[in-house]
């Protein structure tokens, strides 16, 4: 799937059980199907403010065990593509960190901030 609301329309019309891996603004897609059960698995807790009626919330990180339980119970997957990362500048040591932080550290200064 490339988008997450392929995954919600994946999911069907007739109310199913979903585990969602997902993030507070992933989670929001899936309100467009609220005749299903979400178990929402989060890294940072999700704001309840979303309108997800018949949701849980679990906090916490994966792995949760070496097993895959999807495997092991013999359940469907559906995986997401994640979307490219924005532009921007990616450094690849610690030197260029450190670069482009007294780079962007200096803007303000210039300004005269």
Known sequence: MT???????????AGRSAFLAVGQQEVREFVSAPQHFHLVRSVVAVDRTVELPNAEYILARSPFSGRDPTRVL?????????????????????DEVLRAMD??????AERGE
């Open 103 to 108: 780079h962007l550290l200096s803007i303000p």
């Open 3 to 13: 988008t997450l609301a392929e995954a919600v329309e994946k999911l069907g019309q």
């Open 74 to 94: 013999g359940l469907p997957v559906v995986m997401v593509t994640r979307p490219e990362a924005a532009g921007g500048a990616r450094v690849f040591s610690v």
